[in-house]
C-alpha cells in the first residue's frame, strides 16, 4: 500500500523501511491490535468503539497493580502510600487493569464496616486500562480503610487497605 508512493517519488529512507517493516509485522502478527488498544486508553470509557459490537469480556483479566496515592499526574500515581494522616483530606487508589476489556468495574471503598463510596468504571477495548477513584476523607474518619476491586459479578479481584491516622501537630521552632 506505500509502495506507490515511494516508486513515484523516489524518496525511500531508512524511516520509510522501518515504517514499512513495523507495519508488516504488526498486520502479520496481530499487534495491530494491541497498539490500537493501546491508544483506545486514551479515549474516555464511555465512547463507544465502532469496530467492537459487543463488549469482550476476558477470563484473564487482572490487576496489574493497585496502589494508594495522594495525587494522580499523567494518568499515574504521584507516589505510593499505606499510611495517611487526617491533615490529608483526599486520597485517591489507582487501578492498572489487564484483559478486562469491556466490563464494569468497581472501586467499592470501606471503613468501619460500612460502605462509603462506590465507583464503577466501564472499562474500554485496549488489553490495559488505568482507572482512579478518590476519597475525600473526614478528619475523625482515622483507622483501617479498605478498597476493593469488584467486576460487574460482584467478585473481589483484589483488595488493598491503609490507615489513616491522628494529624500530628506541627512544632513550632
Do not use: C
Amino acid at each position: 500500500m506505500f509502495a506507490p508512493y515511494f516508486v513515484s517519488t523516489g524518496r525511500i529512507t531508512r524511516n520509510t523501511v522501518l515504517t514499512l517493516l513495523v507495519s508488516a509485522v504488526m498486520s502479520t502478527s496481530g499487534l495491530a491490535d494491541t497498539v490500537e488498544g493501546m491508544a483506545s486508553e486514551a479515549k474516555a470509557a464511555t465512547t463507544p468503539d465502532p469496530a467492537v459490537a459487543s463488549p469482550v469480556v476476558h477470563e484473564a483479566g487482572r490487576i496489574a497493580r493497585a496502589v494508594f496515592t495522594s495525587a494522580i499526574i499523567d494518568r499515574e500515581p504521584a507516589d505510593t502510600l499505606d499510611t495517611f494522616s487526617a491533615d490529608i483530606s483526599r486520597v485517591f487508589f489507582f487501578t492498572d487493569l489487564r484483559g478486562l476489556g469491556g466490563q464494569i468495574v468497581t472501586h467499592r471503598w470501606e471503613y468501619d464496616g460500612q460502605v462509603m463510596a462506590e465507583v464503577t468504571f466501564k472499562v474500554g477495548a485496549g488489553a490495559r486500562w488505568r482507572v482512579y477513584s478518590s476519597k475525600n476523607l473526614l478528619p475523625e474518619w482515622t483507622g483501617a480503610w479498605k478498597v476493593m476491586v469488584n467486576n460487574e459479578s460482584g467478585e473481589t479481584l483484589h483488595a488493598s487497605t491503609f490507615e489513616y491516622v491522628v494529624a500530628t501537630p506541627a512544632v513550632a521552632e
